[in-house]
């Protein structure tokens, strides 16, 4: 169980700090000083979370301790207590940073409830600042963000695979950050100074496919005129991702085959073999392992790309986690929307931990964007959130008959494109997917409509 909060009682009043001990211990480490010398001095040793501060102390007034407190403690908060109110006093201490600015007398109500107040803020400070220690910690790395022991062992998976070269397949559902893992494996192997080029499998024809890894010669077909090096030969010395492999025409799968094996590729239009030095990292949302039995993957290609997998979780397997993906993406857009949200209100955080995020890391991300970007105040409370999530939360996990993530994945959009009036750029923005893979997934599901935007 974690150490309740430590409390400081500054006042020169001996009566004021018995009583305000009496009443706060019960639920608060509290020390008491009757003047500003002594709380000083303990303040340096020791640091407090939350202070009540009498503005009148024979030694030196409260409001001129205030800036000293800030400086030394800057994140506990501190309650101004006096019994000469001043309008002007009140304006000075909170723009120094003061949490309140309390007049007394005061019932032992009034009291209690300001200092719980406080004490809620310092509590998710205090936790921010522990998850930002574990974030950068020994299970974390370059955006892949995890202590739970899915991720754990997730990660220390990868750490073996990066110092090695061979092929690797990521598994996982759409959203669940297999790119950022990708990365990481990347930019920790002995390749990471050479290039990363990645490339998405889906929506495309064959030719463009072909054209955009293989690269064509000068006239190799019309509009063709000048030489283009394709991403394979772009990744030389780095690693290639293919991102939704599994959705690689069948005909260009017989091409990538013959490079791996080779390790040489021919441009197209040209009939000189360019050498390759690369490395694939391949991923796909659906079992590949499945489509090679309905004869929609070649086996050979699957064996090839999978010598070693590795399958991210999906957010609903690992909870623990949402707690530092929201402080990570809280920092990302406090800086890009300028804003200086400190974390989510408890009901906002429980009614997260409760959601089945069918979008993933992805999803929760554009959650935390969009709550950051019409944030008014430090906290962001449960109003902030989409007001939908709760329900869509029942419907998918309350219902009697257990549907497959499928199903769950084009309800989901459904109901965004219902709710965007079909329009799939505006639904591809919130859904975190590119036009083209919402195109696909549309057609895949049978959603399409007369009329939507494309």
């Known amino acids: 169980m974690p150490l309740p909060l430590r409390l400081a009682v500054v006042d020169d009043e001996s009566i004021v700090r018995r009583r305000l001990s009496q009443l706060l211990s019960p639920r608060y480490r509290v020390e008491t000083f009757e003047d500003a010398t002594s709380f000083l001095e303990r303040l340096r040793a020791a640091p407090f979370d939350v ?30 207590i006096t019994g000469f109110t001043s309008l002007d006093d009140a304006v000075q201490t909170v723009k120094q940073g003061a949490f309140y600015y309390l007049a007394k007398p005061f019932t032992p109500q009034q009291i209690q409830l300001i200092v719980e107040r406080a004490a809620e803020k310092a509590r998710l400070a205090a936790e921010n600042r522990e998850l930002r220690q574990q974030v950068q910690g020994r299970y974390a790395f370059e955006g892949t963000l995890g202590i739970s022991a899915a991720m754990k062992t997730l990660m220390e998976a990868a750490a073996k695979v990066w110092a090695t070269d061979c092929n690797v397949l990521v598994a996982g559902e759409s959203g669940t950050g297999k790119e950022l893992l990708a990365k990481a494996i990347h930019q920790n192997s002995p390749r990471a100074s050479g290039p990363f080029v990645s490339f998405n499998c889906g929506g495309f024809s064959e030719d463009l496919i072909a054209n955009e890894l293989f690269g064509h010669e000068k006239g190799a077909f019309t509009g063709a005129e000048t030489t283009r090096i394709g991403l394979l030969e772009a990744a030389q010395g780095g690693t290639l991702f293919l991102d939704e492999v599994g959705d690689m025409p069948p005909s260009m799968q017989v091409k990538l085959l013959r490079v791996i094996q080779e390790r040489q590729l021919y441009r197209l239009g040209s009939s000189k073999p360019v050498a ?33 997998m590795l399958r991210v979780p999906a957010l609903r397997e690992r909870k623990e986690d949402i707690p530092i993906l929201i402080n990570h993406f809280l920092e990302k857009f406090n800086q890009a929307y300028r804003k200086n949200v400190q974390g989510f209100a408890r009901e906002a955080l429980d009614l997260l931990m409760n959601y089945s995020f069918p979008g993933n890391v992805r999803e929760l991300e554009n959650i ?87």
Request: aromatic share 6%; net charge negative.
């Open 368 to 454: 935390v964007s969009g709550a950051v970007a019409l944030a008014d105040g430090e906290l962001i409370h449960a109003a902030d959130i989409p007001a939908d999530l709760e329900d869509f939360e029942v419907q998918t996990l309350g219902t009697q008959e257990l549907v497959s993530l499928e199903e769950q994945e084009k309800a989901y959009i459904a109901r965004v494109l219902e709710a965007t009036g079909g329009n799939r750029v505006m639904a591809a923005r919130i859904l975190g997917l590119p036009r083209t893979t919402l195109w696909r997934k549309i057609k895949r599901f049978g959603l399409e409509t007369p009329g939507q935007d494309y």
């Open 276 to 308: 390759l030095d690369i490395r694939i990292i391949s991923a796909s949302n659906k079992e590949l392992d499945q489509e090679v039995e309905q004869g929609r993957f070649r086996q050979d290609l699957y064996y090839r790309l999978k010598v070693v």
């Open 51 to 80: 202070v009540l501060l009498d503005v009148r102390l024979p030694d030196m007034s409260g409001l001129e301790i205030l800036p000293r407190v800030r400086e030394l403690c800057p994140q506990c908060e501190v309650i101004i």
